[in-house]
């Protein structure tokens, strides 16, 4: 009866094969940790914000079971919000001709951005990216099952079920376009991000706050939400 192979003994008996891989990184002129030629997703992000939008789909279900689709276009850089439109039955045509409307909302801005982010669902169309191409917007599609990778809009679709959505019965799609209304204009001139060092995507940095000044509270997004200002 032969007694089984020590692993231990027939590891060592193998070459190391450290040197042969000293030799290749050597001759492609890399050290023992080569530094990555491109930059991570986070890097592009940050460095690129300004150019940069992201969009994608949130949907809501009324009391009468009906499902509402909201599509809907971020700014990185600012984290200022489109709400392009809503509807319940969301096509590429559909989808196609809300981002035909996207630079009226942009203004003087839409030359500014370069690429668009968004994920592979089938209502983002050829022709939905064609209208950003005419635009020079490059659209870079998110790798599949990867939430993260579109994290801005991500989290703002959390932000909106977490603040607003989650305590509120919506009942039709003027009074869910009434709530996204309300809560966009609270999104991008009270809602501090910390992104942004605590300031909301339209904050006008000449303002000064007196810390002496009385401070008026106002209720919003139907009572849901507290907004405070200096009082007059």
Known sequence: MEAPADP???ARSRPSNRGTIRRILTAAGLGPAPRQTSPTWR???TSQASGILACDFLHVDTVFLKRLYVLFVMEIETRRV??????ANPTGAW????ARNLPMDLGDRAGAFKFLIRDRDSKFSRSFDEVFTAASVRAIKTPVQ??????FAERFVGTLRRECLDHLLIHSGRHLRKVLTEDEHHFHHHRPHQGR????P???????????????R??????????YRRAA
Not at 82 to 87: A, E, M, N
Not at 218 to 227: F, P
């Open 146 to 151: 990867s939430p993260r990778a579109n994290a």
């Open 43 to 45: 890097q592009f992000l």
């Open 95 to 98: 989808t196609t001709q809300q």
């Open 8 to 10: 231990g003994g027939t």
């Open 197 to 200: 060092s605590l300031r909301p």
């Open 218 to 227: 106002r209720r919003t997004v139907t009572g849901l939400i507290s907004e």
């Open 82 to 87: 489109h709400v392009l439109g809503l509807t």
């Open 202 to 216: 339209l904050h006008d940095p000449s303002e000064v706050i007196d810390m002496a000044s009385r401070i008026h």
